[in-house]
């Protein structure tokens, strides 16, 4: 069973700029949350997304958006970035009644 | 607000010695788990611990869920190189994929 898909692994970006980062669950898990990693303040989450819904939101301003798409695969999207941004995006999937998350390997963004 | 407090935050130790991680929050959880996460990957779940009072074994680690539901532990025996890693515990409330992490506790067994 192919695990968490996570794309790009690495990107580097400029202030001001905005990327999308995307992710493909483990097949057949409807729940995909997303973290945000950092040395300072750990991880923390974003939100998540179940049946293209989503479910819960973290304490993040309105510039970190994302989305679902029918096939569960979800996208993030950070807009006009700052250089705090620069962190590791971990998304992880869950199935239906689990509550254990399967985490990707992450996408690591450096903001210049 | 860190609602799970981890320590120690960083353990250095010799093959063989045993250790033990703590996890402590004023919330109750419904359920605590405990992910290992090398570098340049993401966490791995090791344990899951719903129960208050609960112990599970997983080879030579031990995890234990308090009481009150609202702390828990990771004791690891005869230390292993291997089991270098960062060690993080999560407070979820309910099913679903909102955790509350901890920092982690960044282990280095040394040979």
């Known amino acids: 069973k192919a695990g968490v898909t996570q794309t790009p692994r690495y990107l580097i970006k400029t202030r001001g700029q905005q990327v999308t980062l995307s992710c493909s669950p483990i097949?057949?898990?409807?729940?995909v949350s997303w973290y945000q990693q950092t040395p300072g303040q750990g991880l923390q989450f974003l939100f998540e997304y179940f049946s293209e819904t989503q479910r819960n939101k973290g304490n993040f301003p309105g510039r970190f958006s994302g989305r679902q798409f029918s096939n569960s695969r979800s996208e993030m999207n950070v807009s006009t970035l700052e250089l705090g941004d620069s962190a590791l995006y971990l998304c992880?999937?869950?199935?239906?009644?689990?509550?254990?998350?399967?985490f990707g390997e992450g996408s690591r963004l450096t903001v210049l | 607000t860190q609602l799970l407090e981890q320590s120690p935050q960083f353990l250095s130790i010799q093959e063989g010695e045993n250790l033990t991680v703590y996890c402590n929050s004023s919330?109750?959880?419904?359920?605590l788990q405990w992910y290992r996460q090398e570098p340049g990957e993401g966490p791995v779940l090791l344990v899951t611990v719903v129960t208050g009072g609960e112990v599970k074994k997983l080879k030579r680690l031990t995890f234990q869920f308090g009481d009150a539901r609202k702390d828990s532990s990771l004791h690891i025996t005869a230390a292993q190189p291997g089991d270098t890693g960062l060690y993080l515990c999560a407070g979820a409330y309910n099913q679903g994929g909102k955790l509350i992490f901890g920092q982690g506790t960044e282990l280095s067994v040394k040979p």
């Open positions: 919330s109750v959880f419904s359920s």
């Open positions: 097949s057949g898990h409807r729940s």
């Open positions: 992880a999937s869950s199935s239906l009644q689990g509550r254990e998350l399967f």
